[in-house]
């Protein structure tokens, strides 16, 4: 019978638990591991089901419908590159204490802010969601034309009163495409939109914006693959990928993967878009527990890249109930200083931004 007990419990303790507000889902859900995907039963075990072969997993639709940990880009894409053994950019330290190097993180997610929850949300849908226009203003040149996938309920960041980014974020899970529109207003009940610039990614293969050309982000970055989600820091219990993040005061410039800039500020000290930094390996994790550890100790390693203009060292992540504010504002305890700039690739500061607009300022 003991011998019984011991197996039992050296089983359990083999297991994932969950370490967030809540247990993980009890359905199945996919992740991309290494090029292969996997089926997680009530977190409980990893099973291999089937080589990805450019196909994607199998999701359920809706707003912000659990994504079951799955890698939205290929495993080789920048955002899920590896960077905690590369090279520390010279100007590190200059840049660090810009942005504020007694400053700390600040989690933009997880809260309800202002009567709507904090974070940028998505939808995921069908690849037989019918498709709208999308009529875009200032940024029409630089956005990817309609029309686009988006259901007339489509959350909209900060709710449908809000002066801010309004992001809109749509998932075709069957084609595996994404879709973003910034500041979205919708038209007719959502028959149609209006929206400052918009971006289609192919995620099977998914190529840089031209040079110089914005999307839904000031950085001409993709938003979705850089967000915080619940079901991978809570569910699977491990960051992939890097995420995003923002600054009040960036640089007139913009380093690979982003394609844009959004700044007049010439100063070689303040940072491009683009910028890469990581959490130093001498970080001391072992005093944080939770959501907090799994998103640190995925800072050691992805790191994060600047994608737009906001609160200095504020990292983004998508609504979900299920986030508990307590165990993310450790988090604050992280300070600029100690994180380190990864060496950056050519500086591009010759693309003329877009008219600037408030929040890019």
């Known amino acids: 019978m003991l011998g019984k007990f011991t197996t039992l419990v050296a089983l359990l303790l083999a297991l994932p638990s969950a370490v967030c507000g809540e247990p993980v889902q009890r359905d199945t859900r996919f992740v991309h591991t290494d090029g292969l995907n996997f089926s997680t039963d009530g977190g409980a075990r990893l099973t291999k089901i089937l080589d990805t072969k450019g196909k994607p997993p199998d999701l359920n639709t809706g707003q912000n419908a659990d994504l079951g940990g799955a890698l939205l880009m290929p495993t080789n894409d920048e955002w899920n590159r590896d960077v905690s053994k590369d090279t520390v950019d010279p100007r590190s330290d200059a840049i660090i204490d810009s942005i504020g190097s007694e400053k700390g993180l600040h989690e933009d997610f997880g809260v309800v802010w202002q009567g709507a929850p904090a974070g940028i949300p998505y939808y995921v849908v069908s690849g037989g969601q019918p498709k709208v226009t999308v009529i875009f203003n200032e940024g029409k040149d630089e956005s990817d034309p309609g ?39 919708p038209a007719d009940g959502g028959k149609s939109w209006h929206a400052y610039s918009g971006s289609v990614f ?30 991978e820091i ?18 007139r410039a913009y380093v690979p993967p982003a394609t844009h800039f959004a700044s007049p500020h010439k100063d070689e000290n303040l940072p491009p878009m683009g910028m890469r930094v990581r959490l130093k390996a001498s970080f001391d994790t072992s005093q944080y527990t939770g959501a907090a550890r799994v998103i640190i100790e995925g800072l050691k390693t992805h790191g994060m890249i600047l994608a737009d203009n906001g609160g200095d060292w504020f990292i983004s992540g998508a609504p979900d109930e299920r986030w508990v504010s307590a ?12 994180f380190e ?5 050519a500086i591009s500061e010759s693309a003329q931004p877009l008219e600037q607009h408030p929040s890019k300022k």
């Not at 974020?169 to 979205?184: C, T």
């Open 147 to 185: 029309p686009y996938p988006i259901p007339p309920d489509a959350w909209i960041e900060g709710g449908t009163q809000s002066v801010g980014d309004r992001h809109v974020l749509v998932l075709d899970k069957d084609n595996w495409k994404l879709y973003e529109i910034y500041r979205a207003f």
């Open 202 to 231: 192919d995620l099977k293969a998914p190529a840089p914006r031209p040079a110089g050309w914005t999307s839904a982000d000031a950085a001409g970055l993709p938003i979705l693959p850089g967000l915080a989600r619940y079901d």
């Open 234 to 251: 809570c569910g699977t219990q491990k960051l992939t990928h890097a995420l995003r993040f923002t600054v009040k005061k960036s640089r």
């Open 327 to 338: 165990e993310l504002t450790p988090l604050r305890h992280v300070k600029g200083k100690d």
């Open 341 to 345: 700039v990864v060496k950056m690739g």
